[in-house]
């Protein structure tokens, strides 16, 4: 048991952004993982319809809540002293107030109006609630900005997951009041987490010093928020809930109940780890920013990001509606096929809701506005265009789904470059990245449609792992299966150019040809590895070894691939005007002198003198080879993936250009 708990202490990371963003993942899995185990009892409990009128329900609440606030809880990690941001915090609870008030009076006066005008006369009885549901989503949303300031992630993360029982639990209970059981079990948990963060806040010393004076000063220093940050989450907002108001009325309940699943199911996930970074995020970009490491910070951070939601984007492309039938039931199967052409949009949503906060961090509230205006009046565009010319729920669906992917690309690329990282890197990445999981998940989409279910179940496993390797190839986790993995079906590997040498002693190396090899064997004490490889390579005149002479003993060396005609070796050609380095080694006790760099500079002089260009591959997972490499001068060129099928070598794929090989005969030998 001791010796268990070990091994998890090890996996605990130890950078405090990553293990903050840990500690709101697990909470929010938890609540998302209530929500997606119910979520197959309630699509057979609630119909298609009434997941339409809660979807229109949602729609007006979100729109609403998000300006509760006026945006000042935003303004709430950022001040350096707790007074200020104990004032922000009060002056946030009181805008909510208002705003509740002011909304009451509204759904009083135009509640039966509205609900005409969007061709669903039942959501009149259910707009009494919205001032209730803006009321506990404001104090929510200044609650947990107060606990993000003081980086309470453990109570953020109990209150969403205490949310998700209670509001699971009432619409199970519910289900005989159609769409109002499932609106009240909306409300019902949005309830639990706000009263607890906002009281927590509350018992802070700082609260201590509120009046008149320092809740205007404060209301006026970040005044920015209300003035631009209000009218970007109004369009944000807009843009993205706009869609269910106009379904509605074009489509109908059971077509906007079929979109409503699907973006809820994508946005579930997405939101999982979005949000959770979006807050870890706000809490350390400011420190960052002030160190001036911002740039790399958020660099780092969207690689990660693409990382993670290639993955996910190709799983729903390929498995989508099958998952929707098999999870939801047969009726939903369409909201698989409207979450297929959704899935680009999400993906790129996920990298935008962490960045979002750049607009907080860097002060860029106008340009926020603006992005957001301008996604906003495209989604619209397509909208109406879609609904005077078109009236086609799937072509409508498609075209506002491709427009909104577009739209989040765009606003990536902006707030990146006000960041001081260059749009063009970032998707040249990004374009690698995506090539490389579409040939890893080629043989997945190539057995989805077959009629055999075991076809599709092998299909299916091997995409599982694909993604493992894509996404952790060398994380602890899997260093007991991951040799498994790479013998018998994907290894990652980086191929090197060697333009120049950093290192220039190379007269301590010695150099072997094929007719000295046998002769060495008997020369010097060899190991028994090293004995193998001059055996095995004797028999061709293309290999030279360079090694290094200690005590009579070879402490390293390496080969030289030199061949005459394309050779293939480890299922990668070597040209003749080519030359590669191959099992390199050092013995242990020699390490640390410098040996494997001037071996190095021994073999790129050789090249030189006889006009072959250098280059070797490297196991994606040998963190020292690659690290000697890089010092030595060596430029990475390619990623390049070695695709088997238990063991046997199928095929190989290599970015940067893209190329790809099929491995039959020759082609095909192991190393």
């Not at 309830?191 to 509350?202: E, K, V």
């Amino acid at each position: 048991m001791r010796k268990f708990i070990l091994t998890l202490n090890k996996l605990v990371p130890t950078n405090k952004f990553t293990r903050n963003v840990g500690v709101l993942v697990g909470g929010t899995a938890g609540a998302q993982a209530i929500m997606l185990a119910l979520a197959p009892i309630l699509t057979r409990i609630y119909s298609p319809s009434d997941f339409g009128i809660v979807s229109i329900f949602t729609s007006l609440l979100a729109f609403f809540s998000i300006i509760a606030c006026m945006r000042y809880e935003l303004a709430i990690p950022l001040p350096e002293t707790e007074d200020e941001a104990a004032n922000l915090t009060i002056l946030s609870l009181i805008l909510v107030i208002i705003s509740s008030i002011i909304l009451i009076a509204l759904v009083a006066l135009l509640g039966d109006g509205i609900s005409t005008k969007l061709g669903s006369p039942i959501l009149a009885g259910y707009l009494w609630l919205l001032p209730v549901g803006v009321f506990l989503s404001g104090i929510y949303q200044a609650g947990e900005k107060w606990a993000i300031r003081v980086k309470a992630f453990k109570t953020i993360a109990g209150t969403k997951f205490t949310q998700a029982l209670t509001s699971v639990s009432i619409q199970l209970i519910s289900f005989n009041l159609g769409a109002l059981g499932l609106i009240l079990g909306q409300m019902a948990g949005q309830s639990m987490g706000g009263f607890r963060l906002t009281m927590r806040a509350l018992r802070a010393n700082s609260f201590r010093n509120i009046n008149i004076k320092t809740l205007r000063a404060v209301a006026t220093k970040y005044r920015h928020f209300p003035l631009y940050s209000s009218w970007t989450a109004l369009s944000n907002t807009a843009s993205l809930q706009l869609a269910p108001l106009v379904f509605i009325t074009l489509f109908g309940s059971i077509t906007t109940g079929l979109y409503a699943l699907s973006l809820r199911m994508l946005m579930m996930p997405a939101s999982l780890i979005g949000v959770a970074v979006s807050n870890a995020f706000l809490a350390h970009a400011p420190e960052a920013n002030r160190n001036g490491t911002l740039g790399k910070f958020v660099q780092n951070l969207h690689e990660k990001l693409v990382l993670l939601g290639l993955p996910a984007l190709f799983f729903i492309l390929i498995y989508g509606p099958d998952l929707f039938e098999l999870v939801f039931g047969e009726q939903w199967r369409k909201a698989g096929e409207y979450a297929r052409w959704m899935a680009p949009w999400i993906y790129l949503q996920f990298q935008w809701s962490p960045l979002s906060s750049l607009s907080t961090v860097l002060e860029l509230q106008r340009e926020a506005l603006i992005s957001q205006i301008l996604t906003l009046s495209l989604r619209v565009l397509v909208l109406v265009a879609c609904g005077l010319w078109i009236s086609e729920s799937d072509i409508t669906i498609l075209l506002f789904s491709i427009v909104s992917a577009l739209a989040y690309q765009a606003r990536i690329f902006w707030f990146l470059g006000r960041a001081g990282i260059s749009p063009k890197n970032i998707l040249g990445k990004e374009a690698r990245l995506l090539c490389v999981f579409s040939i890893l998940a080629l043989p997945a989409y190539l057995t989805v449609d077959s009629e055999f279910t075991s076809l599709k179940l092998i299909g299916l496993i091997y995409f599982v792992i694909a993604s493992l390797i894509f996404l952790i190839p060398t994380h602890t986790i899997t260093n007991k299966f991951l040799p498994h993995i790479e013998k018998n079906f994907i290894k990652k590997r980086y191929i090197y150019s060697y333009q120049t040498s950093s290192i220039l002693d190379s007269e301590s190396i010695n150099i072997y040809h094929t007719s000295d090899f046998l002769c060495l064997l008997n020369s010097f004490d060899v190991t028994t590895r090293l004995k193998s490889l001059l055996q095995q390579r004797a028999l061709s005149s293309n290999w030279i070894l360079f090694a290094y002479i200690d005590n009579n003993k070879i402490a390293g060396y390496s080969f030289l691939h030199c061949p005459s005609s394309i050779e293939w070796n480890d299922s990668l050609p070597t040209h003749p005007n080519e030359a590669r380095t191959s099992s390199s080694y050092i013995e242990p006790y020699a390490r640390g002198q410098g040996i494997r760099g001037n071996i190095i500079a021994a073999q790129h002089k050789y090249c030189l003198e006889n006009n072959k260009h250098m280059w070797s591959v490297i196991e994606a997972t040998n963190n020292s080879s690659i690290r000697s490499t890089e010092k030595s001068g060596a430029i990475r060129l390619h990623s390049n993936f070695l695709i088997k099928f238990f063991g046997k070598n199928i095929f190989t794929a290599t970015t940067s250009p893209f190329s790809w090989n099929l491995l039959i005969g020759s082609k095909r030998a192991q190393r």
